[in-house]
């Protein structure tokens, strides 16, 4: 046995790739085809989503896992029934003391728990994203289309070796093509702040000066974070697959991945008004049943969802302080049980 | 499944060939589809559904887990770039192990230290199996795993790249200088030294033989 026969046969193996994880893959990719270029981003009033540095990639990849229906490939049996017991949603580890300007963080993360903490200010001009990980993150690519590093530079934070890029890339604002696009400025702080624990913040606006950055850097603290949009229960047997800004949080049947529940905060101009929520969904075959949910009216529909042939239940329904929240659900949860879940639902924005 | 279809063997002459309903010719080529998503971008999935298996086992035996995340943005980048994909340069599926293989650059660390531990945990004892000749095979593979994961982690990051696009990812020196962009003699020099390292760090472990890579 040579060498190269060597490495095929006994040097390291491959995980396999799972169907999520193909999935998310095969969604971001969709999303990068379906998208215009440049990199674009929407309005600040509209969902924060797309942070498209050179770090972002993997986050495209989980927010379009999160929204886009995985391909039809996985193992498994839907269930037709669940079971709700109590569930306790996954933190981000760090938080900043101070925290700058009274911002509050929007958290992206999985099962595993929060990665992103992205800290805008009100109109998205001004802010600064925390990413945390095993691993650290790829530096600003400039092979990557629209990217261009202006400078690299050794610097320390809390006595660890740190490095600091700056760098800017093509932004767009808005929903139509060619609007709203220039370049937008960034400066990219990574550095391994404990064992296995890397840290990366990039800032843009007002917290991109290199005093700003390293001032962030070391005001981070162990203090777990919760997420912004929590539950209380969750199907026996299912996990968090992905959350997102804030506002959405999907769960997946570990039995079955093609089975899922979305929770949505959708922004205001995305309500649909109460009486008119059977008409904005896709696939009703159900009549809109009026409900009641933190103590308010909302709106219960059964619906084809169009895919595998499940049926779900699509829920609109607030929270105490009137901000709207939906739900979809399978139909293996009981009439009862999805009412029983939205009452858990809370959001903290 | 050879021996069953042996075994099953049927005595009456071969049926005429069932025509297939969609001939394998008359699927578009990886280079076709390409071209064609330039125009028609949602034709790149299918590039996807044909690669993505291939692509992530070979991150996936360089960084891990981390192989989900970098399928994806090897796929995006490769995306971004249809326009410049050039077939008279290189096939598709090399063209992908090489982004894979810059993508992989930003991780050389993570990549590192995998193998490094991998080397680590190879040094511990395993389980035996029940039948004597599958233990054999486990104990050879065993022994090997070991110091093939250090002599990874102590190649240089460029030596890595050409030696793993060869022996996992099925290149050829000319594909490897494409997608590396470097002449196929700097190739040949990489593989020269990894090989001669990787060897080395096997030591008695297991015996060299050349194969028709060597003249590829």
């Excluded at chain 1, 109590?86 to 929060?114: E, I, K, Q």
């Excluded at chain 1, 604002?173 to 370049?183: F, K, Q, V």
Aim: aromatic fraction near 6%; charged fraction near 25%; glycine fraction near 8%.
């Amino acid at each position: 046995m040579n060498e190269l026969t060597a490495l095929r046969e006994a040097g390291p193996e491959a995980p396999a790739l799972s169907s999520a994880a193909r999935s998310a893959a095969r969604a971001a990719l969709l999303a990068e085809i379906d998208g215009p270029a440049p990199a674009r981003r929407r309005k600040p009033s509209r969902r924060t989503t797309l942070r498209l540095g050179a770090a972002g990639v993997a986050v495209a990849a989980a927010w379009t896992a999160a929204v886009v229906i995985a391909a039809p490939d996985g193992p498994g049996t839907p269930a037709d029934s669940v079971t709700l017991v109590d569930f306790t949603m996954p933190t981000f580890p760090l938080s900043l003391d101070p925290v700058p300007d009274g911002l509050r963080p929007a958290f992206d993360g999985d099962g595993d728990g929060a990665s992103i903490a992205a800290y805008d200010d009100p109109t998205g001009e001004h802010g600064f994203t925390l990413y945390v990980g095993d691993d650290e993150s790829p530096r600003p690519d400039e092979d990557v289309a629209g990217v261009e590093v202006a400078a690299v530079e050794e610097v320390s934070v809390d006595g660890r070796d740190a490095e600091l890029v700056r760098w800017s890339q093509d932004w767009c604002t808005g929903d139509g093509l060619g609007e709203d696009c220039g370049r937008r400025a960034f400066t990219w702080l990574t550095w391994e702040r404990s064992e296995d624990q890397w840290v990366t913040i990039e800032a843009h606006g007002r917290y991109r000066t290199s005093e700003q950055v390293l001032a962030i850097a070391r005001s981070l603290v162990d203090r777990p974070q919760p997420a912004t949009l929590d539950i209380g229960l969750a199907p026996a047997g299912w996990s968090v697959q992905f959350f997102k800004t804030g506002r959405v949080l999907t769960l997946v049947n570990d039995a079955y991945e093609q089975q899922e529940i979305t929770v949505h905060v959708p922004l205001p101009e995305d309500v649909a008004p109460a009486d008119q929520v059977r008409s904005s969904i896709m696939g009703p075959i159900g009549p809109q049943l009026d409900v009641v949910v933190h103590g308010r009216p909302a709106q219960l529909v059964l619906v084809d969802t169009g895919y595998l042939d499940q049926r779900g239940w699509f829920l609109q329904a607030q929270f105490t302080d009137g901000t709207t929240f939906t739900l979809q659900v399978p139909d293996a949860f009981t009439q009862e049980q999805v009412l029983e879940f939205a009452e858990q639902v809370t959001h903290r924005p | 499944m050879v021996g069953l279809r042996s075994a099953h063997r049927s005595i009456d002459p071969p049926p005429d060939p069932v025509p297939l309903w969609a001939l394998p010719s008359a699927l578009p080529t990886d280079a076709e589809l390409i071209a064609r998503s330039t125009s028609e971008p949602e034709q790149f999935t299918a590039l996807f559904d044909r690669h993505a298996a291939a692509v992530h086992r070979y991150l996936g035996r360089r960084v891990g887990d981390l192989a989900d995340d970098l399928l994806s943005e090897t796929f995006l980048i490769a995306f971004r770039r249809r326009a410049a994909y050039r077939p008279q340069h290189v096939e598709v599926r090399p063209w992908l192990l090489g982004i894979a293989t810059h993508v992989v650059h930003g991780h050389e660390r993570t990549e590192r230290r995998r193998y490094r531990t991998l080397a680590k945990a190879a040094g511990q004892p395993e389980e035996h199996a029940a039948d004597p000749a599958e233990a054999a095979d486990r104990i050879d593979a065993q022994a090997l795993r070991g110091p093939l994961a250090g002599a990874l982690a102590a190649l240089e990051p460029r030596d890595r790249d050409a030696l793993l696009l060869l022996a996992w990812g099925d290149l050829s020196y000319a594909e490897i200088a494409a997608v590396l962009d470097v002449p196929v003699g700097t190739v040949r020099s990489r593989l020269h030294r990894a090989r001669r390292q990787t060897r080395t760090a096997l030591g008695d472990v297991s015996p060299s033989s050349d194969t028709p890579e060597e003249t590829r």
